[in-house]
């Protein structure tokens, strides 16, 4: 038990330090440099919500392109429910 416990807390040392080998993105570091000047937790959170709220726009944004692109309609959707293998325009 000691032994898997102690190889979990190396793997996340190690997952760490890749992730810090990395460069920071433009976006990682406004907002490094906006949370070292001790913003509010609420204002944290209305960030968080922000930023969900654009990602999320973003990717509704693309499904909207993807629907018109591919002309995607609730039936194409039923069928990939019913799981019918049938290919084409309704196929990803």
Request: net charge neutral.
């Amino acid at each position: 038990m000691m032994a898997s416990i102690r190889n979990f807390v190396i793997f996340r040392k190690i997952e760490a330090m890749n992730v810090l080998n990395r460069p920071l993105s433009d976006l990682q570091l406004e907002l490094l440099q906006l949370y070292s000047q001790g913003v509010p937790e609420e204002d944290l959170i209305a960030i968080k919500r922000l930023l969900a709220k654009y990602f999320a726009d973003r990717a509704s944004d693309e499904m909207d392109r993807l629907w018109a692109k591919n002309k995607w309609t609730n039936e194409t959707m039923n069928k990939w429910i019913r799981g019918d293998d049938s290919k084409g325009s309704d196929s990803l």
